[in-house]
C-alpha cells in the first residue's frame, strides 16, 4: 500500500523532470568530409543511431565539406559517407556525449583503390545513392545533380498497387493455458488479418473451437499514427471472447476494451498511457477498469529510466508490436469465488533502468510488484471442489487459487553477436504460487497452496539462417523449485524468455501468384516440465503452470 501511495508522487517528479532532461541530454555530431584533399560539397551523411536503425537522419555538406547535425540523444551511431565517383565511408563506433559535439574527420578514397568494386555481380541490387551525378564546376560552388530510378506518376502508382498490402495467417492450436476460456488448445484454429489504409493499420485476430471446444473469440486493434509525428500513434482494440462452461446452460461472454496513446515529449522522452475495461457475463457480471502508463526517460547518455503500470502483460502497444493473436488468448481468465464468477486480473507496477554497454550489448535491471487477487491455476483431470470451473466438453479446469502479492526483481543482458544473430540471458526473482509438499491433495488443496520465493534463469538465441531465409527463436527459463502459475509474466513479455524450453521457427516458401507465403510452428514447453500431481478422489490429476502447446500454420502477404 505504501509503494502505490508513492506512484503519483514518482510519476509526477518523472514528469518533471523532462524540461531539465531535455536540455541536458542531447549532443550533436559534426565534421569535413575529404576526398584526394579536397572538401566535398554534396556529401551524403547518413546517421544512424544503433539503438534504434529505424530513425537515420541524412545530412549534406556545405561548400567547405562540413557537416552539422541536429541534437542528437547520448550513445552510439554509425556514419556512412556518399560521394559519387568515391567509395563509401562508414565509421560504425561513433559516440555522442551529453552536452559535447563530436568532430569527425572522413577521407574517401577512389574507385579504382577496389579491386573488388570492379568486379561486383551485374544483377546486385545496387543502392539509389551510387547513380548520383556531380558536376563540378568550382571548388566553391558546384551544383548537384542526382540521376533517380525511383519510380514517379503512373508506375509509382502501379507500383504502390502491386506492393504488399496485408497479411493473413491461418494455424491450428493455441498457446494458452487448458481452461474454459480456452478449452481445447490443439484443437483450436486461428487466424490474422493484417491490412494497411494509407498511414492506418488494421489488426484482426480470431479463434474458433471444433466439436470437442466450447470456445472462441476475435481482436481487432485499429492503429493511427499521428501525421505530425512518427513517433506518436493512437490504437483501440476490442476483444470479445465466449465459453460454453455447461453443455446446457448459460455462455460465459467477456468484452475488452484497450485504449492506447503514443506520445513524444523531446528526443529522450515517450510516453504511453490509456485505459483498459473489461466485462465478463457468465449467471452474474463482473466488471473492471484499469489504468494503463509506460513512461520512458533518457535522462543521461546510454541510459533509459521507465516506468510501468499495467493489468495485462500482452495489451496492444500503441505501433502495433504485439501480435493481435497473443492479445486475444490473454483476455483475463474467469474463475470461481464462493459461487461467483470473477476475474483473474494481475496488477503491475515496475521501475526500469536500461544501459547501453558499447554498441551491441544491452543491460536492464528493473523492481516490480504483482498483485492479483484471483490467481487462475489451469489443470488438467478429474477433480470436485466449489472453487473450481470445469470444462464440460474435455477434462480441463481451472482453478481460483486465492490472492498473491509479491515484489520481484530481474535483471536481463542482451546482445548481438552477428548481423544475423543476438543472443539474451536473464536472471529473476520472484515470490509464486507452489505447493506445500510433494503431493497434493483435493480435501486440503487451499491451505496446500501457499507463495514461496522462486529464482528464474534463463536465455535465449533468436536469428535468421541467411542461405535459406529461416528465422529460429529457441530460449529456456529454468525456476528454483515447483510453482502453480507463471512468475514475472510481465518480464516474460519484454525479454521473451519464458518457463521452459520454448522454440519458433518462421520458414518461408516458393512465392506463389503475387503471395509471400511463410510456414510458422511455435511450441512451448516442449518437454512437459513443472506439471504438479494432486491427488483427488476419483483419480489423479495435474496443475499446469505452463502448458505444452503447440501453434503452427502458415502466413500469407499480399
Known amino acids: 500500500m505504501r509503494f502505490r501511495a508513492l506512484l503519483p508522487v514518482l510519476l509526477l517528479g518523472f514528469v518533471a523532470a523532462l524540461p531539465a532532461a531535455a536540455a541536458t541530454q542531447q549532443g550533436r555530431l559534426g565534421g569535413v568530409v575529404i576526398a584526394e584533399g579536397t572538401p566535398q560539397l554534396g556529401a551524403m551523411v547518413v546517421v544512424t543511431p544503433v539503438a534504434r536503425p529505424g530513425d537515420s537522419l541524412k545530412l549534406l555538406t556545405n561548400g567547405r565539406g562540413i557537416f552539422s547535425s541536429t541534437p542528437l540523444l547520448p550513445g552510439f551511431y554509425s556514419v556512412r559517407v556518399r560521394v559519387v565517383g568515391f567509395l563509401p565511408a562508414l565509421q560504425s563506433h561513433v559516440q555522442v556525449l551529453a552536452g559535447q559535439l ?45 540521376f533517380s530510378e525511383e519510380p514517379t506518376g503512373a508506375e509509382a502508382a502501379r507500383q504502390a498497387a502491386r506492393a504488399p498490402h496485408g497479411r493473413a495467417e491461418l494455424t491450428s492450436g493455441s498457446l494458452s493455458a487448458w481452461s474454459p476460456a480456452e478449452t481445447d488448445p490443439l484443437g483450436a484454429t486461428s487466424f490474422v488479418y493484417s491490412q494497411d489504409f494509407g498511414s492506418d493499420q488494421l489488426l484482426m485476430a480470431g479463434s474458433l473451437g471444433y466439436q470437442d471446444s466450447a470456445s472462441g473469440g476475435v481482436a481487432a ?36 476494451i484497450n485504449s492506447l496513446r503514443r506520445v513524444r515529449f523531446s528526443n529522450g522522452a515517450e510516453l504511453d498511457y490509456g485505459g483498459q475495461y473489461v466485462v465478463a457475463m457468465f449467471d452474474g457480471t463482473d466488471s473492471s477498469a484499469r489504468p494503463e502508463v509506460r513512461l520512458r526517460l533518457a535522462p543521461l547518455g546510454g541510459w533509459i529510466a521507465s516506468f510501468q503500470l499495467a493489468s495485462n502483460p500482452e495489451s496492444q502497444s500503441p505501433d ?25 486480473h494481475p496488477w503491475h507496477e515496475e521501475l526500469g533502468l536500461e544501459h547501453t554497454l558499447g554498441p551491441l550489448a ?7 510488484h504483482d498483485s492479483d487477487g484471483h490467481e487462475a ?9 466449489y472453487n473450481t470451473i470445469a470444462d464440460p466438453f474435455s477434462d480441463s479446469f481451472v482453478y481460483n487459487g486465492g490472492s498473491l502479492n509479491t515484489w520481484g526483481a530481474r535483471v536481463s543482458y542482451q546482445r548481438q553477436i552477428s548481423p544475423n544473430w543476438q543472443t539474451a540471458l536473464l536472471y529473476g526473482w520472484a515470490r509464486a504460487l507452489a505447493p506445500d509438499g510433494s503431493v497434493l491433495s ?40 515447483p510453482v502453480l502459475n507463471q512468475p514475472d509474466p510481465f518480464g516474460a513479455d519484454l525479454t521473451g524468455i ?5 522454440v519458433s521457427v518462421r520458414q518461408p516458401l516458393p512465392s506463389l501468384f503475387c503471395c509471400r507465403i511463410v510456414a510458422l510452428i511455435d511450441v512451448r514447453n516442449l518437454l512437459a516440465q513443472g506439471y504438479v500431481s494432486l491427488e483427488t478422489g476419483d483419480g489423479r490429476a495435474i496443475l499446469i503452470p505452463a502448458a505444452r502447446a503447440i501453434r503452427g500454420g502458415f502466413a500469407v502477404q499480399f
Not at 321 to 340: C, I, Q, W, Y
Not at 377 to 385: A, L, M, S, V
Open 102 to 146: 563530436t568532430v569527425l574527420r572522413i577521407e574517401l578514397g577512389s574507385l579504382f583503390s577496389s579491386v573488388e568494386e570492379l568486379r561486383r555481380d551485374p544483377r546486385a541490387r545496387r543502392d539509389a545513392q551510387e547513380w548520383a551525378w556531380v558536376l563540378r564546376s568550382a571548388s566553391i560552388t558546384r551544383p548537384v545533380l542526382r
Open 221 to 256: 486493434t485499429w492503429i493511427r499514427p499521428s501525421p505530425n509525428d512518427r513517433h506518436a500513434a493512437d490504437s483501440t482494440t476490442i476483444v470479445f471472447r465466449q465459453s460454453q462452461f455447461t453443455s446446457n446452460g448459460p455462455a460465459f461472454r467477456g468484452f475488452e
Open 320 to 344: 502495433g508490436r504485439d501480435d493481435p493473436l497473443d492479445t486475444l488468448e490473454a483476455f483475463p481468465t474467469p474463475v470461481e469465488s464462493d459461487g461467483h464468477l470473477v476475474l483473474d
Open 362 to 368: 544491452t543491460l536492464s535491471a528493473a523492481v516490480y
Open 377 to 385: 491455476i489451469f489443470g488438467r483431470g478429474p477433480i470436485e471442489d
Open 442 to 481: 483435493e480435501a486440503a488443496l487451499r491451505q496446500e497452496i501457499v507463495a514461496r520465493p522462486r529464482q528464474m534463469l534463463g536465455g535465449r538465441f533468436t536469428g535468421r539462417i541467411q542461405r535459406t531465409g529461416t528465422e529460429i527463436s529457441s530460449g529456456y527459463e529454468w525456476i528454483s523449485g
Open 498 to 502: 519464458e518457463p521452459y524450453w520454448n
